[in-house]
């Protein structure tokens, strides 16, 4: 007789058949809900976490109420890459969380003037122009921003209404703010699926 069945035998010697079937039931119930518990908590925490859309700043990339899933992890193992979408805390305001597509990386310089975005790095000394294809508006505004060796320039596709790094309220993003990035779209289910990073054609 194994232990698990020793273990029966005496509840039920103890409560009885039918109280005793019950409290197997119980117990046999809360091991199950320890063991997800383990499994699912670190989960939660560590890896991955749901992030609820609100208002229109990454229309039309992301609309309101849309379910998604940050990839918490990543980051641990490999630098931001331009043109992926990130859910972080603004400095100004830690107690809120923002999402937002990536434009500058650390170290590089970036201005917008007439509606163009141009970027200024090692690589790129002279500068190139970010052609965006998954926006549908002029980008207003004039920034010029150097970028420290931690930090990055965010900005929402729905151009207009975004509060981003050009605001001043926002402005460049340190890398420790970074919650992770915006890896699954759960709901609704027509728009379901992995989010993909753009490929920038270089323009200088």
């Known amino acids: 007789m194994s232990f698990s069945e020793n273990k029966e035998s005496a509840i039920i010697k103890i409560f009885g058949a ?13 091991q199950i809900v320890i063991i997800a518990a383990a499994i699912i908590i670190p ?5 991955i976490q749901p992030f609820i859309v609100k ?14 899933i940050i990839d918490e992890l990543s980051y641990r193992f490999r ?27 650390p170290g590089e310089t970036v201005e917008l003037q007439d509606g163009k975005i ?12 970010l052609q965006e294809d998954y926006i549908d508006e002029y980008t207003y505004g004039e920034k010029y921003v150097v970028l420290g060796d931690t930090e990055y320039f ?3 596709d729905n151009r207009d209404v975004s509060l981003d790094s050009r605001a001043s309220g926002v402005g460049p993003i340190p890398e420790e703010n970074i919650v992770g990035r915006v890896w ?21």
Not at 18 to 30: C, H, P, S
Not at 90 to 100: C, F, G, T
Not at 118 to 128: A, V
Not at 184 to 190: N, Q
């Open 18 to 30: 039918t109280l005793g079937g019950g409290v197997i039931f119980i117990l046999e119930l809360l």
């Open 43 to 47: 989960i939660r925490y560590f890896l």
């Open 55 to 68: 208002g229109a700043s990454m229309e039309p990339s992301f609309e309101e109420n849309e379910y998604l």
């Open 79 to 105: 630098d931001v890459e331009r043109g992926e979408i990130i859910v972080f805390e603004p400095p100004a305001n830690e107690d809120q969380y923002y999402i937002k597509r990536v434009i500058g990386l």
């Open 118 to 129: 141009t970027i200024y790095n090692d690589q790129y000394p002279n500068g190139f122009t």
């Open 154 to 156: 965010v900005m929402g």
């Open 184 to 204: 699954l779209r759960g709901l609704p289910f027509t728009r379901a699926g992995f989010i993909l990073t753009p490929e920038y054609s270089i323009q200088e």
